[in-house]
């Protein structure tokens, strides 16, 4: 059992800035990738960004890209979610989830997930 655990979500304007923290316990962190989902009110849940244990990176939509930005510390079992120019449409839950199966970017690649932490953008 991996177990997750998400922080540093919360309500901030336009063109704010946001890190998520998500720290892992349990089985061995090197052992999974690492991933970030958003699932906005209405909407399907959608993949935001993966990061393996080699440094490898995956983004999602085109939205995101230039402005999320991925990172792990595997010392301290966390992985982060950098958010920079947040919109109103970046408005979600997040989640962190772990991938045995690798830099997977779909939901079904993934074993295990935090409870989520919301994140509000105001305009």
């Known amino acids: 059992q991996v177990q997750l655990v998400e922080s540093g979500g919360g309500l901030v304007q336009a063109g704010g800035s946001l890190r998520l923290s998500c720290a892992a316990s349990g089985r061995t962190f090197r052992n999974y990738a690492m991933g970030w989902f958003r699932q906005a009110p209405g909407k399907e849940r959608e993949f935001v960004a993966a990061a393996s244990w080699g440094g490898a990176r995956a983004y999602g939509a085109d939205s995101v890209k230039g402005r999320f930005t991925i990172s792990r510390d595997n010392a301290k079992n966390t992985v982060y979610l950098q958010m920079n120019s947040l919109k109103p449409e970046d408005t979600a839950v997040y989640y962190c989830?772990?991938?045995?199966?690798?830099?997977?970017?779909?939901?079904?690649?993934?074993?295990?997930w935090g409870q989520g932490t919301q994140v509000t953008v105001s305009s």
């Open positions: 989830a772990a991938s045995s199966v690798g830099l997977a970017t779909q939901e079904a690649g993934y074993d295990y």
